[in-house]
């Protein structure tokens, strides 16, 4: 049973930084398609960034490309998120997700995206 658990949250000034982590268990990280989704209050979820675990090939939503950086470590099984120059708009909770496709990834939707880890809470103030 794959489980995804996801820690680091927490509440941060304006322009400060985090790094969220996302410990992966019951399958194989090799080919995985990871993710970071979020979703404030009132809105819907939205896709952050994703990493295709094959080859380490990134993408990221617009409003997050330049602040922050996915990564993995395979050894650990672990994926993260580092977010810098964070804004009060990044307010939401954090969620990791996983999909498996062969050799590449889905569109950054969560219908796409099977695992979810259980969420982790960034509160930026201004």
């Known amino acids: 049973q794959v489980q995804l658990v996801e820690s680091g949250g927490g509440s941060v000034q304006a322009s400060g930084s985090l790094r969220l982590s996302c410990a992966v268990s019951?399958?194989?990280?090799?080919?995985?398609?990871m993710g970071w989704f979020r979703q404030a209050p009132g809105k819907e979820r939205e896709g952050v960034a994703r990493?295709?675990?094959?080859?380490?090939?990134?993408y990221y939503t617009y409003s997050v490309e330049g602040r922050f950086t996915i990564s993995q470590d395979n050894a650990k099984n672990t994926l993260y998120l580092q977010m810098n120059s964070l804004k009060p708009e990044d307010t939401a909770m954090y969620y990791c997700?996983?999909?498996?496709?062969?050799?590449?990834?889905?569109?950054?939707?969560?219908?796409?995206?099977?695992?979810w880890g259980q969420g982790t809470q960034v509160t930026v103030s201004s």
């Open positions: 997700a996983a999909g498996w496709y062969g050799a590449s990834c889905p569109p950054l939707y969560a219908p796409y995206f099977n695992y």
């Open positions: 990493i295709y675990s094959g080859d380490g090939k990134t």
């Open positions: 019951g399958s194989t990280f090799d080919t995985a398609c």
